[in-house]
């Protein structure tokens, strides 16, 4: 079974931090780009954060540069999201995501190959 396991979710205050990590099973996505997408409750599910796993290349959503931080370890097959000076705004489902075309960047939905089942983050004022 190929999948995409979310973990670190949960509750904190606005300014505080959290590190979501995302582990794949079931075949290695060393050289898949990775990506992370953000849901809040009736909204559209927005890009956040995205990483070139064969080129170490990364970009971010304007609304978290110098904020958030991806990276990865591909030795154990897993990509994460560090979180810092969280606002409550911030506040959605996180979902982690391999892309479609190898080391390409994703940064569309459309370019998805694999979601996670999401884990939740809530930020509290």
Not at 57 to 70: L, M, N, P, Q
Request: hydrophobic share 35%.
């Amino acid at each position: 079974q190929v999948q995409l396991v979310e973990s670190g979710g949960g509750l904190v205050q606005a300014g505080g931090s959290l590190r979501l990590s995302c582990a794949a099973s079931g075949r290695t996505f060393s050289s898949y780009a990775m990506v992370w997408f953000r849901q809040a409750p009736g909204n559209q599910r927005d890009f956040v954060a995205t990483i070139n796993w064969g080129g170490g290349s990364t970009y971010y959503a304007d609304s978290v540069k110098g904020r958030f931080t991806i990276s990865r370890d591909n030795a154990k097959n897993t990509v994460y999201l560090q979180m810092n000076s969280l606002k409550p705004e911030d506040t959605a489902v996180y979902y982690c995501a391999a892309g479609k075309y190898g080391n390409i960047l994703v940064t569309a939905p459309g370019h998805v190959e694999l979601w996670g089942q999401g884990t939740l983050v809530t930020v509290s004022s």
